[in-house]
C-alpha cells in the first residue's frame, strides 16, 4: 500500500466503528471535577458514584448540543520537554477550530505560556526520536527536519523543501535517516551532509541496448556498421555509468528495480544503515473507481464525487512481498512465506463447508497457501517492523488475511529466511488493538503482547530461548514501554476493576509488578526523558481528562492543568453507577453504568432508556471521562424528566479479555441483544421500571443494534433511535467486518444472519433513523436501502430524518440539536 494511502486508510479504519462514538468531533470538550469515591484495596462489585442532593441546575438540549467550548478546553497531545521539568501540550482556541501549543513548568503549572508560531519549531516535538547516545533529537516540524544537541541545546535545521520526510530515526553512526517517496536520505547533523542512502523504483530494471524486436531489426543491426557501433558505444556508456555506482563512493548509489504495478507499503532502514526492508503490493489494490459518495452541498451549488472505501463485499485479500535488500551488495531478496506455520492451511474448512451445505453443494478442503501481510493494529503509532538498536535483528508482525493467525518473526538476514518467533492463532479472528511489540535496548530478546491466555498479557522472549509471561490475570494489558536500562516495563492495565485504568511497571530482574498510580479512572501516561516521573493524562466520570505529574515511588499525583469552565463546574452533575449485571448466557457479569435518583415513594414505576455505544470493540462503562460527552448530558437530561439510563458494555465490548471480544464471531446483534434482554430484566427487578415502558438508542454499531434489537426481538423495546447505523454489513468496509464475519463470498450465512436489512419485517414499534448524508463511515445508502424495505414490507411506524452536511461524527451543533430533539420526542411520545 501506498504510504500515503496507508496513513488514509489507518485513520479511516480507527475512525471506522470506532468513529460510532459520535461525540468525538473537532470541538473538545470539559465538565465537572466530580470524584467517584475512591474504592477499597478489594474492589466492590458495584463501583457507587456519588449522588447529588439536588439538581438545581435544569438542563436544556440547546445547551447540551451547544459548541462544546462552553464546557472547557482540555488539555491534548502532551509530551515531556527535553529537561524533565516542562510540559508541552495543545489547548483548543476559544470559538475557533484553531488550536495553540502551551509550555508549562512543573514548578509553576499554572502559569502556562502560549508558544508563538515562530517559536513551534523549536518545541513542537512529540514524536522526536533520539540518538544513539542519547546527546541528539531529531523531529520533524511541517515537513523539515531539524536536530537538537541535548549538551548544549544548540538547534539545527537540517532540511528545508517539500520532500515530505517520515520514518525519521538516528542511525548507529550518529546520523540522521529519513524516507522521502521511495528512497531513503541521510543527513550529518554536524555538517549538514546530505546523501542519497538508498532507493527503489517500480519498474524494470534500465538495460543499455534493447535485444533487436524482429527481423528488420536484426538485419539493420547486421548490415549497416554504424547501427552496430552506435549500439556498441551506448551499451559501453551504460557498463561504465554502472560500475561508476558500483565502485566510487561519492556517486549516488543506483536504485533497486521491483518491477512494474506495485506500491510501498512499509519501508524500513537498518540503524547501521547496511539492510533495508520493504513491503509492497500491486499498486491501486485497495479501492476502485466506482468507490465514490455524492456531496451535495458545496460552495459551488454543485455536487461533488468523493472518493470512499471499497465494500467488504468487493474487496479481495491482496498479498504483500517481502524484500530484504542488502544495501552494500546491491542484491535484493525476496522472502517466502512457506517458511511461516500454518501459512497454508485451511481455517476457514469448517464455515465453507457450512455454507456449501446450505447451498447443497460438497465443500473439498484444499492446502493452498494464505494471503499474507503486515499486521494492521490500528491503535499503535509504531511499525509493524521493528529494528534491534544495532540494526543486525530485525522483527517484524504479519498476520493472515482471513484474521486467524499472528505471526511474530525475526529474519535471518543472511539466508532471507522468517524464524517464528511467536505464532498467536485465533479460531474467530486476532485482535486489531493490543499487538504491541519491540526489542530490549540491551540484548536480543523480544517483548510482546498476546491474547493467548484470553487476555492480553505482556510476555519476554529471548531470540534463541523460550517465551516467559511476565503479567498474569483477568485484565487487560495496553502500551508496554521499556526503561533505557532494560529494568522495567511499564504498562497501562485494569487490573483491580474492569472499568479502572492505572499504570504499573514489571521488573526483568524478579518480575514483580509494582502498582505505580492510585487514581481510579481512566489514566494513560508518558514517562519522563529522565525516567523519574510520569505525565498521565487522567479523567473520572464526571471529569474530562486532565494533566496530573507522579513521580515514581511517590503516592500521590499532582494535577498541573484545570481547564473546566466556571459555567460547567457550577452545574450538579449525576454520575452514574457503574453495575455488575447478571448474565444469563456467560459466566462474566455485564458491566453497564446506570443513571438513576432514588423513586419517592407513591411514585408509579419509571420510564427507561437503553443505549447502546457505538464501535462494537470499546468500553464505556469505565470510570472515566466518556468520549460521550453530550450522551452523558442527555442521560442527566433524562433523569431530570424521570427516566433511568442504562448503558452496557455487551458483549463484544472492549476490556473484558478475548471471550468477551469474539462472542460475536459469525452472529453479530444476537449476543449483544441477549445482554440487553438481561439489562431491562435487570432494571425491572432493582431500579424500578417498568418493562412496558423501556425505548433504546445508539449511533453507527449503536445503531445497528437498535435495529437488530427492534427487528428481531419487537418485544423487548417500546421505541428505537437509529443513528447513522449499519443495515448490511456486506456493505460496510473489509478490515472491521471480515474480521467478525469473515467475507460474503466465503460466509453468507454470517452475513445474512447478522444484517438488519434481512429481519426488517419484524419491525412492530415506531423507529426513528437519523442518516448523516455524507458519511464516508456507514454509507447514505445503508439507510437508504432499509428505508426502501420497510417502504417494501408497508411498514408505518418509523421516521427518517436525513443531515446533508454531515459525515459519521457529527461537528455542527445545529445537527446535534435537531438529532437530539427527535431522540427526546421518540421517547416522550412512545414511553
Not at 556498441?232 to 551504460?238: H, I
Not at 500521590?556 to 459555567?567: G, P, R
Not at 419509571?606 to 448530558?633: C, I, P, T
Request: charged share 20%.
Amino acid at each position: 500500500m501506498h504510504q500515503l494511502t496507508r496513513c488514509l486508510l489507518l485513520a479511516c479504519s480507527s475512525s471506522l466503528l470506532f468513529a460510532c462514538v459520535a461525540s468525538q468531533t473537532n470541538n473538545q470538550q470539559q465538565t465537572v471535577a466530580q470524584h467517584v469515591a475512591v474504592p477499597p484495596a478489594i474492589l466492590p462489585a458495584t463501583i457507587k458514584a456519588q449522588t447529588p442532593s439536588t439538581q438545581a441546575t435544569q438542563l436544556s438540549l440547546t445547551q447540551i448540543m451547544a459548541d462544546p467550548d462552553w464546557l472547557g478546553r482540555q488539555p491534548m497531545s502532551a509530551f515531556w520537554a527535553d529537561d524533565s521539568q516542562h510540559i508541552i501540550y495543545s489547548q483548543k482556541q476559544q470559538g475557533s477550530p484553531l488550536f495553540n501549543l502551551l509550555l508549562t513548568s512543573l514548578d509553576k503549572p499554572n502559569n502556562a505560556e502560549v508558544i508563538t508560531l515562530e517559536e513551534q519549531h523549536q518545541f513542537a516535538y512529540k514524536n522526536r526520536v533520539l540518538s544513539p547516545t542519547k546527546q541528539g533529537a531529531a523531529w520533524i516540524f511541517a515537513g523539515n527536519v531539524f536536530y537538537k544537541d541535548l549538551t548544549d541545546n544548540r538547534l539545527r535545521q537540517l532540511s528545508k523543501d517539500n520532500s515530505a520526510p517520515h520514518n525519521l530515526q538516528f542511525l548507529t553512526d550518529g546520523r540522521v535517516s529519513f524516507q522521502s517517496g521511495n528512497s531513503f536520505i541521510v543527513i550529518d547533523p554536524h555538517n549538514g551532509m546530505r546523501e542519497m542512502h538508498a532507493s527503489w523504483e517500480f519498474d524494470d530494471a534500465p538495460i543499455g541496448v534493447d535485444v533487436a524486436k524482429d527481423y528488420l531489426a536484426q538485419e539493420q543491426q547486421k548490415l549497416l556498421k554504424v547501427v552496430a557501433q552506435r549500439r556498441a558505444d551506448r551499451q559501453s556508456q551504460f557498463v561504465q555509468k554502472q560500475q561508476l555506482q558500483q565502485q566510487n563512493r561519492a556517486s549516488t548509489p543506483q536504485p533497486f528495480y521491483l518491477g512494474k504495478d506495485k506500491e510501498t507499503v512499509e519501508a524500513s532502514l537498518s540503524p547501521n544503515g547496511q539492510w533495508l526492508l520493504l513491503v509492497v503490493q500491486p499498486s491501486g489494490a485497495d479501492r476502485d473507481k466506482g468507490d465514490i459518495m455524492p456531496d451535495y452541498i458545496n460552495d459551488d451549488g454543485r455536487i461533488t464525487s468523493v472518493e470512499v472505501r471499497q465494500r467488504v463485499a468487493d474487496a479481495k485479500p491482496v498479498e504483500q512481498s517481502v524484500w530484504l535488500l542488502n544495501l552494500s551488495r546491491h542484491e535484493a531478496k525476496r522472502l517466502s512465506y512457506t517458511d511461516l506455520p500454518g501459512y497454508n492451511d485451511d481455517v476457514l474448512a469448517s464455515v465453507k463447508r457450512e455454507n456449501a451445505v446450505a447451498q447443497g453443494k460438497t465443500y473439498v478442503d484444499n492446502r493452498l497457501p494464505r494471503t499474507i501481510r503486515l499486521i494492521d493494529d490500528w491503535y499503535w503509532s509504531q511499525s509493524p517492523i521493528q529494528w534491534h538498536s544495532q540494526g543486525n535483528n530485525v522483527a517484524v508482525m504479519l498476520a493472515a488475511a482471513d484474521n486467524k493467525d499472528r505471526w511474530l518473526s525475526t529474519i535471518d538476514v543472511n539466508e532471507a529466511k522468517w524464524r517464528v518467533q511467536h505464532r498467536l492463532h485465533d479460531d474467530a479472528w486476532i485482535n486489531y488493538k493490543m499487538n504491541d511489540f519491540g526489542w530490549l535496548s540491551n540484548s536480543e530478546t523480544l517483548y510482546y503482547l498476546s491474547e493467548e491466555s484470553g487476555y492480553s498479557q505482556l510476555y519476554l522472549k529471548p531470540y534463541n530461548a523460550k517465551a516467559l509471561a511476565l503479567t498474569q490475570g483477568r485484565f487487560e494489558v495496553s502500551e508496554p514501554r521499556i526503561s533505557a536500562d532494560d529494568r522495567h516495563i511499564y504498562f497501562k492495565a485494569n487490573k483491580k476493576h474492569p472499568g479502572i485504568y492505572e499504570i504499573y511497571r514489571v521488573s526483568l530482574e524478579d518480575k514483580i509488578t509494582e502498582e505505580l498510580t492510585n487514581l481510579n479512572g481512566m489514566t494513560d501516561y508518558q514517562l519522563s526523558p529522565d525516567e523519574n516521573s510520569l505525565l498521565l493524562t487522567h479523567s473520572k466520570l464526571t471529569m474530562p481528562p486532565e494533566l496530573y505529574i507522579q513521580t515514581i515511588g511517590q503516592a500521590e499525583a499532582e494535577q498541573i492543568t484545570h481547564t473546566v469552565s466556571q459555567e460547567f463546574l457550577a452545574m450538579n452533575w449525576l454520575a452514574p453507577d457503574v453495575v455488575p449485571i447478571k448474565s444469563s448466557h456467560t459466566e462474566q457479569a455485564i458491566y453497564a453504568r446506570v443513571y438513576a435518583t432514588p423513586r419517592k415513594e407513591g411514585e408509579p414505576l419509571r420510564k427507561a432508556v437503553v443505549f447502546n455505544h457505538g464501535a462494537g470493540y470499546l468500553q464505556n462503562s469505565h470510570l472515566g471521562w466518556s468520549d460521550y460527552f453530550r450522551e452523558f448530558m442527555f442521560h442527566n437530561l433524562l433523569v431530570q424528566q424521570g427516566y433511568v439510563v442504562l448503558d452496557m458494555d455487551y458483549r463484544a465490548s472492549a476490556g473484558y479479555g478475548r471471550d468477551w471480544r469474539t462472542a460475536i464471531y459469525r452472529h453479530m446483534g444476537k449476543p449483544e441483544i441477549e445482554d440487553l434482554r438481561d439489562g431491562v430484566n435487570w432494571l425491572v427487578d432493582n431500579v424500578d421500571v417498568d418493562r412496558a415502558r423501556v425505548g433504546t438508542y445508539g449511533g453507527s454499531y449503536g445503531g445497528f443494534l437498535t435495529f437488530m434489537s427492534l427487528f428481531t426481538a419487537p418485544d423487548l423495546f417500546q421505541a428505537g433511535a437509529a443513528l447513522r447505523p449499519v443495515s448490511d454489513w456486506a456493505h460496510y468496509n473489509f478490515g472491521y467486518t471480515s474480521n467478525i464475519l469473515n467475507t460474503p463470498d466465503v460466509d453468507p450465512i454470517a452475513y445474512e444472519r447478522s444484517s438488519p436489512i434481512y429481519f426488517a419485517q419484524g419491525l412492530k414499534v415506531p423507529l426513528l433513523i437519523n442518516a448523516p448524508m455524507v458519511d464516508s463511515n456507514v454509507f447514505f445508502q445503508d439507510s437508504v436501502r432499509l428505508v426502501q424495505r420497510l417502504i417494501e414490507l408497508e411498514k408505518q411506524n418509523f421516521e427518517t430524518a436525513i443531515y446533508p452536511v454531515e459525515s459519521h461524527g457529527f461537528v455542527e451543533p445545529s445537527s446535534w440539536l435537531d438529532e437530539y430533539r427527535r431522540i427526546f420526542k421518540l421517547f416522550e411520545q412512545n414511553l
